[in-house]
């Protein structure tokens, strides 16, 4: 399994770097957003790969915290996910007013030269 | 209730939050009504700060100065998230203040009427500014920082236009990329620990195992690229002058504090995390720091001299000051720290008062005047009239005096000329370099030192000649088509309400100096500020026992 999570990480990774170094607006924002699930991957397995354990423990019982799987990294990856959603989306109206206004998707705004 | 300090912490927070919040519910034509609330929240900030302020700094000598822990959840620390004020951070919170009052009364003069929700976004960026600063757990701080970048994304924005768009595209891709950085660090980190607190973090590095500390130490480095990416060191900074220089002039105003976040995290978290052994000093990330600062003087310095207009020359001027305080930070010493923290103050406040100066100014001039002095001489004609005037010697118009003294104060301060506090700043810098007790322990200077100060004087030097040749087109011999700037009267307030305040700065250079000197040496023992937050009681006992 650790495999399988760290493949995934790598791939999405590495597209969205080479996405985010492309010179549209669209690639971009793609590549972000791959960005954005492997690290919310990476900060899930922060919190070691563990298969069915609760996060949650019952009110007025003793506990060991040993059988439970380490809910803050699940806390982080949803506070991650409203924010980089959010981020995202603001991103996508300046990329489109980006596009009115300059009339072409390259993200400076004019085409290259060559 | 008596509000104790202990409450008033989390008031900083609140207040704009709320303030901010409200105002989504207003007409955006019921201008009047939204200003005044934003400035009563601002005025509240102010005076919340400056309690704060005197509540973190005692007179005397022995005490590492107060600390005041808030407790979100009521938990124990090190769990749940929790609020910490010290000096630095009380710091931070009154200079946040000090230039958001200003700018949004700057801003009332017409720059509120470009757009729509001007004023919740600038209530949110202070909110983000000062959660930032108080914050005592790295993950609130990433989303301290997501509320301000995303209510400086607005900000830059505000008003629209081409080029605001093109360098607001470039500017949100990077600080996404910075956030997403910011992520992995943290990931890595609590991976490695198992804490996000900063206090039990600090107590918990030192006890890492060998096998541990490439991890950590590679957590650590990827967080500290997000921190540089936003305070502008060299090869990360080629987005700030552009976005600096295009943001309406309110926004460039309180983004000069913007960019000093990234450089109070950084102070704050690598003399934490590695200050209590000798690791830090010596290995990679000081010397990092020192280079990587010394870069980034020389870029700003040929970036000021080659700047074509006003507004990319106070971009680069930021970055500037950010090089000034990295390569500070490097050196790891508390004299050296307690220089560049009233550099930090001085520089803030110019840069701030020089960016909504630049908007004054160039509200006169068309776009031949603001370009390079010898391009403009090719193509410039004399205006009749202008000739008549100059020839007669008429009286320089009041408005024009008035900004030229104004963009002389930003000169010498920025330059770092007697007598105002840029020079005081820069001189407790040099001096600490050169102390004698320092020199003695080592027996030569090492030759970064005599580099910093080279570079320190050299720009310097460029800053005063990129001002006098702006400051001569601009005021001495206006060219071609220049019309007297319209300026508001609450628009040039603020500006000299900044520059006094750096003035009273100069006039009490003693007590700030040994203020920041206590702060400097609190930072470099961090010792109280992990026990004190370790160690901070809670309200009421445990709402619940636990059964066996």
Known sequence: MELILSLGIGILVGSGVWLLLRPRTYQIIIGLGLLSYAVNLFIFSAGRLIVGRPPVTQTGVRVDPATFADPVPQALILTAIVIGFATTALFLVILLASRGLTGTDHVDGEESDR | ?548
């Open chain 2, 1 to 548: 209730m008596k509000l104790s300090p202990e409450h008033l912490v989390i008031a900083p927070i609140l207040i704009p939050l709320i303030a901010g919040a409200l105002q989504l519910f207003l007409d955006d034509r019921g201008r009047k009504l939204k200003a005044s609330l934003s400035i009563l929240s601002t005025v509240a900030l102010l005076a919340i700060s400056v309690l704060l302020l005197r509540f973190t700094h005692t007179d005397d000598e022995a005490s590492g100065g107060k600390i005041a822990v808030y407790l979100l959840g009521n938990w124990p620390p090190p769990f749940a998230i929790n609020l910490v004020l010290d000096r630095l951070s009380a710091m931070m919170l009154a200079l946040t203040a000090t230039l958001a009052l200003p700018t949004l009364i700057f801003s009332m003069g017409r720059w509120h009427k470009a757009g729509v929700h001007f004023h919740t976004l600038f209530l949110l960026l202070l909110m983000g500014l000062n959660g930032a600063f108080l914050t005592g757990d790295l993950f609130n701080l990433f989303v301290f920082f997501e509320v301000m970048l995303a209510a400086s994304y607005g900000l830059v924005l505000h008003g629209s236009g081409l080029l605001r768009v093109k360098a607001g595209l470039h500017y949100i891709a990077i600080n996404l990329v910075a956030s997403l950085l910011f992520l992995i660090g943290v990931a890595l980190i609590y991976g490695v620990t198992g804490t996000l607190n900063m206090a039990d973090l600090a107590i918990r590095i030192p006890q890492i195992n060998e096998t541990n500390q490439t991890m950590l130490e590679s957590g650590a480095a990827i967080l500290s690229v997000a921190f540089l990416i936003k305070a502008g060191m060299w090869p990360l900074s080629f987005w700030l002058p552009e976005t600096y220089a295009v943001a309406p002039a309110p926004s460039a105003a309180i983004f000069a504090i913007m960019s000093k976040v990234g450089i109070y995290v950084l102070l704050r978290l690598a003399l934490l995390f590695f200050g209590s052994d000798p690791g830090f000093s010596e290995g990679p990330g000081a010397q990092i720091l020192l280079y990587g600062g010394l870069a980034t003087i020389g870029f700003g310095t040929v970036g000021v001299l080659a700047s074509q207009t006003l507004g990319r020359f106070a971009g680069f001027s930021v970055l500037i000051s950010s090089g000034t305080l990295l390569a500070s930070m490097g050196l790891v010493q508390a004299e050296v720290t307690a220089g560049a923290l009233f550099y930090l103050v001085s520089s803030t406040l110019a840069i701030s008062a020089l960016f909504m100066l630049i908007e004054l100014v160039e509200r006169g001039q068309n776009l031949a005047a603001s370009v390079l002095a010898v391009t403009m001489e090719a193509f410039g004609y004399q205006d009749e009239e202008i000739e008549n005037e100059e020839i007669v010697g008429v009286a320089i118009p009041r408005t024009i005096a008035v900004l030229g003294t104004c963009f002389a104060a930003c000169a010498i301060l920025l330059v770092g000329l007697p007598p105002l506090s840029g020079f005081i700043a820069k001189f407790v810098i040099l001096s600490a370099i050169f102390s004698p007790d320092i020199a003695s322990q080592i027996d030569i200077i090492p030759a970064t030192s005599w580099w910093f100060m080279a570079l320190l004087i050299l720009s310097g030097l460029a800053t005063l000649i990129a001002m006098s040749r702006s400051g001569i087109h601009a005021f001495w011999a206006p060219s071609v088509d220049t019309t007297l700037p319209r300026v508001l009267f609450i628009e040039i307030i603020p500006v000299a309400v900044l520059l006094c305040t750096t003035l009273v700065l100069t006039i009490q250079a003693g007590p700030v100096m040994r203020f920041m000197e206590a702060t400097a040496i609190s930072l470099h023992a961090p010792q109280p500020y992990i026990e004190g937050v370790m160690n901070a009681p809670t309200m009421l006992p445990p709402p619940m026992e636990v059964v066996e």
